[in-house]
């Protein structure tokens, strides 16, 4: 009875768990697909739902779903990502320093 599946990336460590939350709400069947935004950009993590499943198992490579995205266009429900964590990653040592900057400033907040 699972509706669907995100896809996240090891390297994003600020994702907030009321996004998922948030991402899960929004799933409206199992052939949808869930993207949260953020400045008029999509970002990650993505919720697919249960259908896409057979499709994202046959993709290779590294670039991911995007060509799946494309030609599922319609299916696509955009949520307001509370930050830009959802660009955020460690892929080069820049990377991890901003996610550091971002995660020390949200600890000084708090």
Known sequence: ?????????GDMPLV???LLRTMEE???????????????????PVLWGRDHLSALEHLSGDRGGKALLAASSEKI???????????LDA????????IRRVWDSSRAKA
């Open 77 to 87: 429900i955009e949520v307001k990502a509370p930050s830009k964590s959802v660009f």
């Open 1 to 9: 009875d699972w509706r669907g599946v995100f896809i996240m990336l």
């Open 91 to 98: 892929d080069t040592p820049e990377g991890l320093d901003e």
């Open 16 to 18: 907030e768990p009321a």
């Open 26 to 44: 929004a799933l409206a069947g199992p052939d949808g697909i869930v993207v949260p935004v953020s400045g008029g950009r999509r970002g990650n």
